[in-house]
């Protein structure tokens, strides 16, 4: 069973930093993009950040304050956050896109089961 397993969140200060990390685990040939998503309550899931082997890519909000990296080795991704904002506050998921070997090569898309970052002072 492949699955995507997230760390990291939690409660922080205006200003502060925050580290999510993701990994990913299983019958897994190979990964062609992580990323992270956020969601607040009444609104749709939107994205944060995705890289792939050749690139990173922010939402404009994230552009400058959050690092994306990514462990291809340990099929891992992480999320810097710094100067962190209220606004900032959400559910973020961690998303990957991968071949699994179950059941023969087959293409999924998998979401880690969220994690709570609140910006609070």
């Known amino acids: ?3 995507l397993v997230e760390s ?4 922080v200060q205006p ?3 925050l580290r999510l990390s993701c990994a990913a685990s299983g019958s897994i040939f ?3 993009a992580m990323g992270w998503y956020r969601q607040v309550p009444g609104k749709e899931r939107e994205l944060v950040a995705t890289v ?6 922010y939402a404009d909000s994230a552009k400058g304050r959050f ?3 990514r462990d291809n080795a340990k099929n891992t991704v992480s999320l810097q956050m710094n100067s962190l ?5 959400a559910v973020y998921y961690c998303n990957a896109a991968l071949i699994t070997t179950t059941n023969g090569y087959r293409y999924r898309e998998l979401w880690g089961q969220g994690s709570l970052v609140t ?3």
Do not use: C, H, M, R
């Open 1 to 3: 069973q492949v699955q």
């Open 8 to 11: 990291g969140g939690g409660l």
């Open 15 to 17: 200003g502060g930093s």
């Open 30 to 32: 190979s990964i062609n």
């Open 52 to 57: 792939t082997s050749a690139s990173a890519d």
């Open 67 to 69: 690092t994306i990296s």
């Open 85 to 89: 904002k209220p606004e900032d506050t």
């Open 119 to 121: 910006v609070s002072s």
